[in-house]
């Protein structure tokens, strides 16, 4: 999924039916916003989606019909594989997360994002994400813009 989970009303039960449909050896692979010391500013000063990071993703949540499919909260994915991992743990025990990696601390603010507008120059787009895919590990908690994680279903 690529910016999918933090639209979701009830991850919870989102994440309780993969846990039923996915076979033993299954992934549920995401990439979604990070909330960060560093986006966290950025995301609330420049992005419209909100960022609540007060939110219980585990929250019991009843499903509206009437929701807008664009709400959203951008910091659900970083609540789910930070402060609510081991919560998560419990409440889903078929998932385990195997990964996540936070990355892109200047090519995806550069970049737009999702706007029309880039100030990404072409040639130093590649060289720049190789780079900052390679400083993941030293920058990723305190500036990523973006987070991938990897659950597998248990056997």
């Not at 609510?84 to 078929?94: I, Q």
């Not at 060289?127 to 248990?154: Q, T």
């Amino acid at each position: 999924m690529v910016d999918v989970l933090h639209h979701i009303e009830s991850p919870l039960r989102f994440l309780q039916e993969i846990e039923r449909v996915l076979r033993p050896g299954g992934r549920l692979i995401f990439c979604e916003p990070a909330i960060t010391p560093l986006s966290g500013v950025f995301y609330r000063l420049f992005h419209e989606e909100p960022v609540d990071m007060s939110a219980d993703p585990l929250a019991a949540t009843t499903i509206s019909a009437d929701k807008d499919p664009r709400d959203s909260n951008q910091a659900i994915p970083t609540l789910l594989v930070g402060k609510y991992r081991a919560a998560l743990a419990r409440a889903v025990p078929g998932l385990r997360l195997e990964r996540v990696d936070r990355f892109f601390f200047a090519a995806y603010p550069l970049s737009g994002g999702f706007q029309p507008w880039c100030a990404l120059p072409d040639a130093l787009a590649r060289p720049l994400l190789k780079l900052e895919w390679l400083s993941r590990h030293l920058f990723g908690r305190l500036a990523a813009f973006r987070l991938l994680a990897v659950y597998s279903k248990r056997a």
